[in-house]
């Protein structure tokens, strides 16, 4: 089961963590994108080319300490096509490098329309005969308030490839609550989508106990992860928020069942951009320093599992 490989590179990195690739081409170093200029001049194919170079030379520094990346598809979308072929090759590279991928889509709708996206991003597509696989990332974030009839081409797109979705759940943002801590019947929106991951997973359930239905749960929200940890066993967390969106190691430690596993916690900017934060730091140093910060967010989130 797709969750089973993920769970099984974080026991061996001794890493619950997971890189962001959101790559805007301000991230990029001058120096990268200059040499990329000059060869397309200022165009699309020139910043697709600059972030698929970046994005290789973080890989390669992070590829044997974290487990998986994230590459959310609308920071390559808006350079056009140019920039989607770059989330392919990406999502390619960091496999090749022994990475787990998961695609942040949030992607949402029903039927042929949701199958089309769970084959686009999980599956693979028939050409004239042919079998191919046009993204082939490990696991998609999806929208699930459209209710089962969105999340059933997916189970069974997860079935057939072995691939796992995160289900939109307690999301990290500031104004989430205004829907998902709403009531009904006495239990919060965030608590239901929970139950109905567990209730969409149940027939996939690996050798860990977790099935290929996770859930988006936040750091910034500390007791509703640990809440939500209690009563959803079977359910893996993907836990954004963590670092630039102010949630710490302290709180993202409640997203742990008691063998500190069930969840991986995202760290996007303070990662990609750390060689901007570091004190007399060469920005051709930039994929060092993404490495020197990884390590730190490693074992920070660490240190409060192992107590």
Known sequence: MSFDRLIARIDELKNPSVAGLDPKLEYVPRFLKDAFFVKDGHTLKAAAGAILAFNKALIDELCDIVPAIKPQAAY?????????????ETIRYAQQKGMYVMTDGKRNDIGATMTAYATAHLGKVMVDGVELEPFGADALTVNG??????????????QKYDKGIFVLAKTSNPSSG??????????????????????????????????????VVGATYPEQLAELRAKLPHTM???PGYGAQGGGAKGVAGAFDANGRGAIVNSSRAIMCAYKKEENCPEEDFAKAARREAIRMRDDIMAYLQK
């Open 76 to 88: 390559y979308e808006m350079y056009g096509w140019e920039g989607v072929r770059t989330l392919a």
């Open 145 to 158: 308030y459209l209710g089962t009839d969105g999340i059933q081409p997916l189970l069974d797109v997860c």
């Open 178 to 215: 205004e829907l998902q801590d709403r009531k009904i019947d006495g239990k919060s929106v965030y608590e239901i989508m929970g139950e109905m991951c567990e209730k969409w997973g149940e027939q996939q359930i690996g050798k860990y106990g977790y099935s290929a239905v996770g859930a």
């Open 237 to 239: 967390f993907l836990v």
